[in-house]
């Protein structure tokens, strides 16, 4: 059972980050909500899919931590309804379920969520994926901040198609060849053929490369439109 230790908030100076937790065991809402405001988070809450969609659209999180099974709107169905609304897309978003079969867990990270906590989990760890996924965000977004990146992301529109800029962010979220065929609907040999040749036009020599561009790619799916 998910248990932690009260303790002073942190700094209050540092920027308060806003979290929506989706969640239809309110006990377990809770507690996690309890965990985060101790931590210095601004933590609203809600019971199932339909009304986390009418909160994040009244006002937009920094964070969604989100249960897949829940009634009226289940996860899965919120998600797809947020990577469909360009205002919303870019939120992160954390699957929290006590489901642990792994076709569930690919068609979840597939369908764009960025990071998948199973019940039960520790404070550290509920905490550990929160700043996590906050900090890879943040590091985006300055990262776009700098001077250079409105040339690379030009550059980027200039050189890859609608196609490979979807293979190349699913390569970012860490899916596998077989992961993006299942998704894309196609052949493992030919997501294969997509990636040799993001790499040939990227001038990317490595996975490491790659994954680089993959984050300016995500960027600018989400500026497309």
Same mark, same amino acid.
């Given at each position: 059972m998910l248990s932690f230790q009260a303790e002073s908030p942190k700094?209050?100076?540092?920027?308060?980050?806003s979290i929506l937790i989706i969640e239809d065991n309110r006990s377990y809402c809770n507690v996690m909500?309890?965990?985060?405001?101790?931590?210095?988070?601004d933590v609203r809450v809600a019971y199932n899919?339909? #009304?986390?969609?009418?909160?994040?659209?009244?006002?937009?999180?920094?964070?969604?931590?989100?249960?897949?099974?829940m009634p009226i709107m289940d996860g899965h169905s919120l998600l797809e309804a947020l990577?469909?609304?360009?205002?919303?897309?870019?939120?992160?978003?954390?699957?929290?379920?006590?489901?642990?079969?792994?076709?569930?867990i690919r068609r979840g990270m597939s369908a764009g969520a960025d990071d998948y906590l199973p019940k039960?989990? #520790?404070?550290?760890?509920?905490?550990a994926a929160v700043n996590g996924r906050l900090s890879r965000h943040e590091?985006?977004?300055?990262?776009f901040r700098t001077s250079g990146s409105q040339k690379e992301y030009t550059a980027l529109c200039e050189?890859?198609?609608?196609?490979?800029?979807?293979?190349?962010?699913?390569?970012?979220?860490?899916?596998?060849?077989?992961?993006?065929?299942?998704?894309?609907?196609?052949?493992?040999k030919t997501v294969e053929v997509h990636r040799a040749n993001l790499m040939n036009k990227l001038d990317a020599g490595n996975a490491a490369a790659l994954a680089r561009?993959?984050?300016?790619?995500?960027?600018?799916?989400?500026?497309s439109g």
């Open positions: 700094n209050k100076e540092a920027v308060i980050y909500k309890t965990i985060l405001q101790m931590e210095g988070f899919g339909q #009304s986390g969609l009418c909160k994040l659209r009244d006002k937009r999180p920094d964070l969604i931590l989100c249960d897949v099974m990577k469909d609304d360009k205002a919303l897309g870019d939120i992160p978003f954390i699957f929290v379920t006590a489901m642990d079969e792994r076709a569930d039960p989990f #520790s404070a550290d760890e509920l905490l590091r985006i977004h300055q990262y050189k890859i198609t609608k196609r490979e800029r979807e293979v190349l962010r699913m390569v970012g979220h860490g899916h596998t060849s077989r992961d993006i065929a299942e998704r894309l609907g196609v052949c493992i561009w993959a984050v300016i790619a995500e960027q600018a799916e989400n500026k």
